[in-house]
Protein backbone atom coordinates (compact mmCIF):
# COMPACT_ATOMS: atom_id res chain seq x y z
CA UNK A 1 0.00 0.00 0.00
CA UNK A 2 0.98 3.37 -0.50
CA UNK A 3 2.33 5.52 2.53
CA UNK A 4 0.27 7.34 4.26
CA UNK A 5 0.93 10.85 5.65
CA UNK A 6 1.27 11.95 9.07
CA UNK A 7 -1.00 14.71 9.81
CA UNK A 8 -0.26 16.50 13.51
CA UNK A 9 -3.18 18.52 14.52
CA UNK A 10 -2.74 20.36 17.69
CA UNK A 11 -5.47 20.12 20.56
CA UNK A 12 -6.07 20.64 23.99
CA UNK A 13 -3.61 17.65 25.38
CA UNK A 14 -1.19 18.72 22.82
CA UNK A 15 1.87 20.59 22.84
CA UNK A 16 3.15 22.45 19.65
CA UNK A 17 6.61 22.03 18.97
CA UNK A 18 7.11 26.18 18.15
CA UNK A 19 6.77 27.00 21.52
CA UNK A 20 10.11 24.00 22.44
CA UNK A 21 12.33 24.63 20.05
CA UNK A 22 14.06 28.01 18.57
CA UNK A 23 13.07 28.34 14.81
CA UNK A 24 16.63 29.99 14.05
CA UNK A 25 17.84 25.98 14.83
CA UNK A 26 20.21 24.91 12.12
CA UNK A 27 18.01 21.50 12.00
CA UNK A 28 15.08 23.44 11.65
CA UNK A 29 15.70 25.95 8.96
CA UNK A 30 17.38 22.52 6.79
CA UNK A 31 14.06 20.74 6.99
CA UNK A 32 12.67 23.70 5.30
CA UNK A 33 15.52 23.79 2.39
CA UNK A 34 15.17 19.76 1.59
CA UNK A 35 12.10 18.93 -0.89
CA UNK A 36 10.15 16.67 0.70
CA UNK A 37 7.94 16.47 -2.15
CA UNK A 38 10.34 15.78 -4.67
CA UNK A 39 11.70 12.58 -2.58
CA UNK A 40 8.20 11.61 -1.74
CA UNK A 41 7.22 11.07 -5.61
CA UNK A 42 10.64 8.62 -6.27
CA UNK A 43 9.81 6.70 -3.38
CA UNK A 44 6.38 6.50 -3.76
CA UNK A 45 6.63 4.10 -6.73
CA UNK A 46 7.65 1.45 -4.96
CA UNK A 47 4.67 0.54 -3.54
CA UNK A 48 1.62 -0.63 -4.24
CA UNK A 49 -1.34 1.41 -4.10
CA UNK A 50 -4.26 -1.46 -3.66
CA UNK A 51 -2.91 -3.94 -1.70
CA UNK A 52 -1.89 -4.19 2.25
CA UNK A 53 -1.68 -1.61 5.19
CA UNK A 54 -0.37 1.91 4.28
CA UNK A 55 3.54 1.92 5.01
CA UNK A 56 4.48 4.56 7.38
CA UNK A 57 5.02 8.40 6.05
CA UNK A 58 7.94 8.98 3.83
CA UNK A 59 9.08 12.43 5.76
CA UNK A 60 8.90 10.25 8.56
CA UNK A 61 11.45 7.64 7.42
CA UNK A 62 13.57 9.65 4.87
CA UNK A 63 14.25 11.84 7.84
CA UNK A 64 15.24 8.99 10.31
CA UNK A 65 17.70 7.94 7.84
CA UNK A 66 18.94 11.76 7.45
CA UNK A 67 19.55 11.73 11.25
CA UNK A 68 20.73 8.26 11.65
CA UNK A 69 23.91 8.54 9.11
CA UNK A 70 24.34 12.03 10.26
CA UNK A 71 24.19 11.43 14.20
CA UNK A 72 26.22 8.08 13.74
CA UNK A 73 23.14 5.82 15.12
CA UNK A 74 21.82 2.69 15.32
CA UNK A 75 18.19 1.95 14.29
CA UNK A 76 17.39 1.16 18.48
CA UNK A 77 19.00 4.37 19.51
CA UNK A 78 17.79 6.16 16.95
CA UNK A 79 14.11 5.43 17.91
CA UNK A 80 14.66 6.29 21.21
CA UNK A 81 16.70 9.26 21.22
CA UNK A 82 13.81 10.72 18.52
CA UNK A 83 11.13 10.94 21.19
CA UNK A 84 13.58 12.51 23.23
CA UNK A 85 14.76 15.29 20.65
CA UNK A 86 11.98 17.77 19.35
CA UNK A 87 14.37 19.03 16.97
CA UNK A 88 14.97 15.96 15.42
CA UNK A 89 10.52 15.32 15.12
CA UNK A 90 10.27 18.75 13.55
CA UNK A 91 12.98 17.70 11.05
CA UNK A 92 10.57 14.52 10.61
CA UNK A 93 7.38 16.60 9.92
CA UNK A 94 5.91 16.66 13.10
CA UNK A 95 4.39 20.01 14.55
CA UNK A 96 3.59 19.18 18.35
CA UNK A 97 5.45 16.94 20.87
CA UNK A 98 5.19 13.19 20.39
CA UNK A 99 5.58 11.00 23.51
CA UNK A 100 5.54 7.56 21.34
CA UNK A 101 8.02 6.56 18.61
CA UNK A 102 6.56 7.28 15.09
CA UNK A 103 7.36 3.74 13.40
CA UNK A 104 9.10 0.18 15.17
CA UNK A 105 12.96 0.37 14.65
CA UNK A 106 12.42 -2.72 12.14
CA UNK A 107 10.59 -0.45 9.63
CA UNK A 108 13.91 1.08 8.77
CA UNK A 109 15.20 -2.63 7.62
CA UNK A 110 12.09 -3.37 5.74
CA UNK A 111 12.37 0.34 3.96
CA UNK A 112 16.05 -0.31 2.89
CA UNK A 113 15.35 -4.05 1.69
CA UNK A 114 12.48 -2.71 -0.34
CA UNK A 115 14.06 0.90 -2.13
CA UNK A 116 17.44 -0.44 -2.07
CA UNK A 117 20.60 1.93 -3.75
CA UNK A 118 19.17 3.45 -6.46
CA UNK A 119 15.54 4.90 -5.21
CA UNK A 120 18.00 5.95 -2.13
CA UNK A 121 20.49 7.81 -4.27
CA UNK A 122 17.55 10.87 -4.36
CA UNK A 123 18.76 11.44 -0.16
CA UNK A 124 22.00 11.86 -1.86
CA UNK A 125 20.90 14.07 -4.43
CA UNK A 126 18.80 16.27 -2.16
CA UNK A 127 21.98 17.31 -0.38
CA UNK A 128 23.81 18.47 -3.79
CA UNK A 129 20.91 20.32 -4.24
CA UNK A 130 20.67 22.15 -1.19
CA UNK A 131 23.80 23.05 -0.35
CA UNK A 132 23.93 24.44 -4.13
CA UNK A 133 20.65 26.80 -3.22
CA UNK A 134 22.13 27.96 -0.23
CA UNK A 135 25.82 28.79 -2.07
CA UNK A 136 27.99 26.41 -0.72
CA UNK A 137 28.67 24.21 -3.71
CA UNK A 138 28.86 26.10 -7.14
CA UNK A 139 28.74 25.16 -11.01
CA UNK A 140 32.72 25.14 -10.71
CA UNK A 141 32.98 23.32 -8.01
CA UNK A 142 31.41 20.75 -9.73
CA UNK A 143 33.97 20.47 -12.91
CA UNK A 144 37.11 19.51 -10.72
CA UNK A 145 36.33 16.53 -8.54
CA UNK A 146 38.20 14.30 -6.63
CA UNK A 147 37.82 10.60 -6.64
CA UNK A 148 39.21 7.70 -4.39
CA UNK A 149 38.59 3.88 -3.41
CA UNK A 150 38.69 2.63 0.50
CA UNK A 151 37.65 -0.52 1.69
CA UNK A 152 33.68 -0.91 3.62
CA UNK A 153 34.64 -3.52 6.32
CA UNK A 154 32.11 -5.68 7.13
CA UNK A 155 30.92 -6.67 10.49
CA UNK A 156 32.60 -10.32 11.02
CA UNK A 157 35.04 -11.80 13.60
CA UNK A 158 38.42 -12.06 11.55
CA UNK A 159 38.43 -15.41 9.60
CA UNK A 160 40.64 -17.89 11.24
CA UNK A 161 40.39 -21.80 9.40
CA UNK A 162 39.80 -23.20 12.95
CA UNK A 163 36.79 -19.78 13.88
CA UNK A 164 35.26 -20.52 9.90
CA UNK A 165 34.93 -24.53 10.78
CA UNK A 166 33.47 -23.93 14.12
CA UNK A 167 30.70 -21.65 13.02
CA UNK A 168 29.75 -23.56 9.93
CA UNK A 169 29.68 -26.59 12.03
CA UNK A 170 27.58 -24.68 15.06
CA UNK A 171 25.30 -23.02 12.55
CA UNK A 172 24.17 -26.09 10.26
CA UNK A 173 23.75 -28.26 13.39
CA UNK A 174 21.27 -25.29 14.62
CA UNK A 175 19.37 -24.98 11.24
CA UNK A 176 19.20 -29.08 11.55
CA UNK A 177 17.49 -29.03 14.57
CA UNK A 178 14.87 -26.40 13.99
CA UNK A 179 13.95 -28.60 10.61
CA UNK A 180 13.39 -31.46 13.21
CA UNK A 181 16.20 -33.54 11.97
CA UNK A 182 17.82 -35.74 14.42
CA UNK A 183 21.87 -36.03 14.22
CA UNK A 184 24.07 -38.63 15.28
CA UNK A 185 26.49 -35.98 17.23
CA UNK A 186 26.33 -32.48 17.29
CA UNK A 187 30.17 -31.29 18.91
CA UNK A 188 28.97 -28.22 20.69
CA UNK A 189 30.49 -28.37 23.75
CA UNK A 190 33.65 -30.41 21.94
CA UNK A 191 34.21 -27.87 19.38
CA UNK A 192 34.10 -24.90 21.95
CA UNK A 193 36.85 -26.40 23.70
CA UNK A 194 38.75 -27.40 20.92
CA UNK A 195 38.48 -23.42 19.58
CA UNK A 196 39.29 -22.24 22.88
CA UNK A 197 42.24 -24.84 23.20
CA UNK A 198 43.83 -23.87 19.62
CA UNK A 199 43.51 -19.93 20.26
CA UNK A 200 45.73 -20.31 22.89
CA UNK A 201 48.12 -22.99 22.00
CA UNK A 202 48.74 -20.22 19.43
CA UNK A 203 49.26 -17.48 21.81
CA UNK A 204 51.45 -19.55 23.80
CA UNK A 205 53.28 -20.48 20.14
CA UNK A 206 52.63 -24.37 20.38
CA UNK A 207 51.84 -24.74 16.80
CA UNK A 208 51.39 -28.45 16.62
CA UNK A 209 48.86 -28.31 19.44
CA UNK A 210 46.99 -25.56 17.47
CA UNK A 211 46.96 -27.51 14.31
CA UNK A 212 46.35 -30.20 15.60
CA UNK A 213 43.01 -28.55 17.08
CA UNK A 214 42.40 -27.23 14.00
CA UNK A 215 42.67 -30.87 12.31
CA UNK A 216 40.10 -32.02 14.65
CA UNK A 217 37.25 -29.02 14.30
CA UNK A 218 37.74 -29.48 10.25
CA UNK A 219 37.11 -33.22 11.10
CA UNK A 220 33.68 -32.94 13.33
CA UNK A 221 32.94 -30.36 10.22
CA UNK A 222 32.95 -32.94 7.31
CA UNK A 223 31.01 -35.58 9.67
CA UNK A 224 28.13 -33.21 10.24
CA UNK A 225 27.86 -32.31 6.60
CA UNK A 226 27.89 -36.26 5.57
CA UNK A 227 25.15 -36.47 8.49
CA UNK A 228 23.22 -33.65 7.37
CA UNK A 229 23.73 -34.47 3.48
CA UNK A 230 22.02 -37.73 4.48
CA UNK A 231 19.36 -37.32 6.14
CA UNK A 232 18.00 -33.76 3.42
CA UNK A 233 15.59 -35.71 2.06
CA UNK A 234 13.61 -35.97 5.42
CA UNK A 235 13.15 -32.50 5.98
CA UNK A 236 9.46 -31.58 4.92
CA UNK A 237 9.36 -28.36 4.97
CA UNK A 238 10.45 -26.49 1.22
CA UNK A 239 11.51 -23.32 2.71
CA UNK A 240 14.22 -25.12 5.54
CA UNK A 241 15.28 -27.45 2.99
CA UNK A 242 16.25 -24.46 0.72
CA UNK A 243 18.08 -22.67 3.51
CA UNK A 244 19.73 -25.83 4.39
CA UNK A 245 21.13 -26.64 1.10
CA UNK A 246 22.74 -23.15 0.36
CA UNK A 247 24.22 -23.49 4.19
CA UNK A 248 25.33 -27.09 3.16
CA UNK A 249 26.72 -25.36 -0.12
CA UNK A 250 28.60 -22.60 2.16
CA UNK A 251 29.87 -25.16 4.38
CA UNK A 252 31.26 -27.85 1.92
CA UNK A 253 33.51 -24.50 -0.29
CA UNK A 254 34.79 -24.00 3.90
CA UNK A 255 35.79 -27.55 4.62
CA UNK A 256 37.54 -28.07 1.19
CA UNK A 257 39.36 -24.86 0.21
CA UNK A 258 43.20 -23.75 0.71
CA UNK A 259 45.23 -21.23 1.56
CA UNK A 260 45.98 -20.65 -2.42
CA UNK A 261 41.91 -20.96 -3.34
CA UNK A 262 40.40 -17.71 -4.82
CA UNK A 263 37.50 -16.82 -4.64
CA UNK A 264 37.05 -17.83 -0.57
CA UNK A 265 34.57 -17.59 2.02
CA UNK A 266 35.00 -15.73 5.03
CA UNK A 267 32.14 -14.95 6.68
CA UNK A 268 29.15 -18.00 6.78
CA UNK A 269 26.28 -15.30 7.28
CA UNK A 270 28.45 -13.48 4.58
CA UNK A 271 29.91 -15.54 1.69
CA UNK A 272 30.54 -12.23 -0.41
CA UNK A 273 32.93 -10.65 1.76
CA UNK A 274 36.46 -10.22 0.23
CA UNK A 275 39.60 -9.66 1.20
CA UNK A 276 41.40 -6.61 0.08
CA UNK A 277 45.01 -5.67 1.11
CA UNK A 278 45.58 -1.67 1.13
CA UNK A 279 49.24 -1.79 2.46
CA UNK A 280 48.30 -0.23 5.66
CA UNK A 281 50.92 -0.87 8.37
CA UNK A 282 48.48 -1.52 11.16
CA UNK A 283 45.83 -3.35 8.99
CA UNK A 284 47.27 -5.68 6.04
CA UNK A 285 43.60 -7.11 5.15
CA UNK A 286 40.30 -5.84 5.34
CA UNK A 287 37.15 -7.89 5.05
CA UNK A 288 34.60 -5.85 2.94
CA UNK A 289 33.93 -4.57 -0.09
CA UNK A 290 35.26 -1.51 -1.79
CA UNK A 291 33.80 2.06 -2.45
CA UNK A 292 34.28 4.58 -4.96
CA UNK A 293 33.99 8.05 -2.95
CA UNK A 294 33.49 11.41 -5.40
CA UNK A 295 34.06 14.75 -3.69
CA UNK A 296 34.27 18.25 -5.19
CA UNK A 297 37.81 19.70 -4.90
CA UNK A 298 37.15 22.88 -3.72
CA UNK A 299 34.96 22.28 -0.68
CA UNK A 300 34.83 18.27 -0.35
CA UNK A 301 30.93 17.95 -0.42
CA UNK A 302 29.91 14.21 -1.71
CA UNK A 303 28.63 14.08 -4.95
CA UNK A 304 29.31 10.34 -6.02
CA UNK A 305 29.63 6.75 -3.88
CA UNK A 306 29.32 3.42 -4.76
CA UNK A 307 30.04 0.27 -3.03
CA UNK A 308 31.87 -2.25 -5.71
CA UNK A 309 31.97 -5.86 -5.36
CA UNK A 310 34.61 -8.34 -7.21
CA UNK A 311 37.01 -6.06 -5.63
CA UNK A 312 38.29 -4.44 -9.00
CA UNK A 313 40.56 -2.55 -10.16
CA UNK A 314 40.71 1.25 -9.31
CA UNK A 315 40.96 2.56 -12.86
CA UNK A 316 38.38 0.14 -14.00
CA UNK A 317 35.69 1.87 -11.64
CA UNK A 318 36.61 5.54 -13.10
CA UNK A 319 33.32 5.22 -15.39
CA UNK A 320 30.86 4.48 -13.04
CA UNK A 321 31.96 6.97 -10.88
CA UNK A 322 32.28 10.07 -13.32
CA UNK A 323 28.28 8.53 -14.49
CA UNK A 324 26.90 9.03 -11.24
CA UNK A 325 28.10 12.27 -10.64
CA UNK A 326 26.60 13.36 -14.18
CA UNK A 327 23.14 12.45 -13.22
CA UNK A 328 23.06 13.52 -9.78
CA UNK A 329 24.42 16.93 -10.50
CA UNK A 330 23.46 16.88 -14.30
CA UNK A 331 26.95 18.92 -14.68
CA UNK A 332 29.77 16.97 -16.52
CA UNK A 333 33.18 17.36 -15.23
CA UNK A 334 35.98 18.42 -16.33
CA UNK A 335 38.63 17.88 -14.74
CA UNK A 336 38.84 14.61 -12.55
CA UNK A 337 42.14 14.06 -9.80
CA UNK A 338 43.10 10.85 -8.84
CA UNK A 339 46.06 9.15 -7.58
CA UNK A 340 48.80 6.60 -8.41
CA UNK A 341 46.24 3.47 -8.02
CA UNK A 342 44.38 4.75 -11.14
CA UNK A 343 47.42 4.29 -13.01
CA UNK A 344 46.07 2.77 -16.67
CA UNK A 345 42.28 3.09 -16.53
CA UNK A 346 40.21 2.64 -19.07
CA UNK A 347 37.77 5.91 -19.12
CA UNK A 348 36.32 7.07 -22.06
CA UNK A 349 34.89 10.63 -21.02
CA UNK A 350 35.21 13.92 -22.41
CA UNK A 351 36.74 14.55 -18.77
CA UNK A 352 40.41 14.92 -18.04
CA UNK A 353 42.04 12.99 -15.88
CA UNK A 354 45.28 14.00 -13.81
CA UNK A 355 47.42 11.77 -11.63
CA UNK A 356 48.72 12.91 -8.22
CA UNK A 357 52.24 13.63 -8.43
CA UNK A 358 52.56 14.28 -12.01
CA UNK A 359 52.44 17.94 -12.71
CA UNK A 360 54.14 19.39 -15.67
CA UNK A 361 56.63 22.56 -15.90
CA UNK A 362 54.62 24.34 -18.10
CA UNK A 363 51.46 23.95 -15.42
CA UNK A 364 49.99 26.92 -14.15
CA UNK A 365 49.68 28.06 -10.28
CA UNK A 366 45.60 27.60 -10.36
CA UNK A 367 46.43 23.88 -11.81
CA UNK A 368 48.89 23.16 -9.49
CA UNK A 369 46.74 24.11 -6.39
CA UNK A 370 44.05 21.95 -8.34
CA UNK A 371 46.51 19.07 -8.34
CA UNK A 372 47.55 19.78 -4.47
CA UNK A 373 44.35 19.42 -3.06
CA UNK A 374 43.97 15.91 -4.75
CA UNK A 375 44.98 14.47 -1.45
CA UNK A 376 41.82 16.30 0.50
CA UNK A 377 39.44 13.30 -0.21
CA UNK A 378 41.63 11.56 2.20
CA UNK A 379 40.00 13.05 5.17
CA UNK A 380 36.72 13.10 4.16
CA UNK A 381 37.27 8.96 4.21
CA UNK A 382 38.36 9.24 7.29
CA UNK A 383 35.09 10.70 8.49
CA UNK A 384 32.94 8.67 6.42
CA UNK A 385 34.33 6.02 8.88
CA UNK A 386 34.69 7.22 12.37
CA UNK A 387 31.61 9.98 11.98
CA UNK A 388 29.24 7.90 9.72
CA UNK A 389 28.90 4.37 10.11
CA UNK A 390 31.28 3.10 7.19
CA UNK A 391 33.75 1.50 9.14
CA UNK A 392 31.96 -1.59 10.09
CA UNK A 393 28.75 -2.02 8.04
CA UNK A 394 26.07 -3.99 10.05
CA UNK A 395 23.55 -4.20 7.01
CA UNK A 396 23.47 -7.55 5.61
CA UNK A 397 24.20 -8.63 2.29
CA UNK A 398 25.06 -6.73 -1.14
CA UNK A 399 22.51 -4.62 -0.97
CA UNK A 400 22.91 -3.89 2.65
CA UNK A 401 27.06 -2.86 1.52
CA UNK A 402 25.34 -0.23 -1.43
CA UNK A 403 22.81 1.30 0.89
CA UNK A 404 25.22 1.74 4.10
CA UNK A 405 27.94 3.44 1.94
CA UNK A 406 25.33 5.95 0.21
CA UNK A 407 24.12 6.90 3.34
CA UNK A 408 27.06 7.31 5.05
CA UNK A 409 27.38 9.68 2.03
CA UNK A 410 24.50 11.38 2.80
CA UNK A 411 25.07 11.70 6.39
CA UNK A 412 28.19 13.75 5.55
CA UNK A 413 26.68 15.86 3.38
CA UNK A 414 24.01 16.80 6.15
CA UNK A 415 26.35 17.80 8.84
CA UNK A 416 28.47 20.10 6.54
CA UNK A 417 25.09 21.82 5.73
CA UNK A 418 24.04 22.01 9.60
CA UNK A 419 27.80 23.16 9.76
CA UNK A 420 27.24 26.13 7.48
CA UNK A 421 23.95 26.97 8.58
CA UNK A 422 25.45 27.46 12.04
CA UNK A 423 28.55 29.30 10.52
CA UNK A 424 25.59 31.72 8.71
CA UNK A 425 24.20 32.37 11.86
CA UNK A 426 27.18 33.56 13.78
CA UNK A 427 28.46 35.15 10.71
CA UNK A 428 24.61 37.31 10.60
CA UNK A 429 25.32 39.37 13.60
CA UNK A 430 28.96 39.87 12.76
CA UNK A 431 30.22 42.41 10.34
CA UNK A 432 32.61 41.19 7.57
CA UNK A 433 32.83 44.24 4.77
CA UNK A 434 34.45 47.59 5.41
CA UNK A 435 31.18 49.35 4.86
CA UNK A 436 29.70 47.32 7.86
CA UNK A 437 32.31 48.14 9.98
CA UNK A 438 32.05 51.80 9.90
CA UNK A 439 27.91 51.15 10.01
CA UNK A 440 28.92 49.37 13.25
CA UNK A 441 31.11 51.66 14.28
CA UNK A 442 28.98 54.87 13.81
CA UNK A 443 25.93 53.75 15.42
CA UNK A 444 27.96 52.68 18.51
CA UNK A 445 29.96 55.68 18.96
CA UNK A 446 29.57 59.48 19.44
CA UNK A 447 29.42 61.60 16.38
CA UNK A 448 32.57 63.81 17.54
CA UNK A 449 34.22 59.85 17.91
CA UNK A 450 33.68 58.20 14.09
CA UNK A 451 37.24 58.30 13.69
CA UNK A 452 37.94 54.59 13.12
CA UNK A 453 41.30 53.34 15.31
CA UNK A 454 44.45 52.52 13.30
Same mark, same amino acid.
Given at each position: ???KRTDCVPNLFTVSLKKVISLDHPLV???DQIDWEAIRREIEPAFCDDN?????DVRVVIGLF????AFDQSDEDLIARWVENPYWQWFCGFTVMQHESPIDDSTLSRWRSRLGAEKLEVMLQ??????? &??????????? &?????????PKAIAFPTDSRLYFKATHTLV???? &???LKLRRSFTFVNKKLLVGQGRYARARQFKRARKCERKLRTNLGRVLRDVSRKLTCVSNPLQREALQQLLMIAT???????? %??????SVHEPHVECIAKGKAHKRYEFGCKVSVVTTSANNFIVGVQALHGNPYDGHTLNGAVQQVKSLTQIDP? &??????????? %????????HLAGRIPKSATRNFRKLLKRRSAIEPTIGHLKSDHRLERNFLKGKLGDQVNALLSAVGYNLRKLLAALACAAILAIVPRSASQIWTLWSVLMPSADRKLPA
Open positions: MLPKLAGRPGAYLKHQTIQVAR &NMGQVRKQHLE &NINVDTTVQRLAK &NAGRIFHQKRT %DSPKIYK &NVMVDRGYRGH %DYDGDAKV
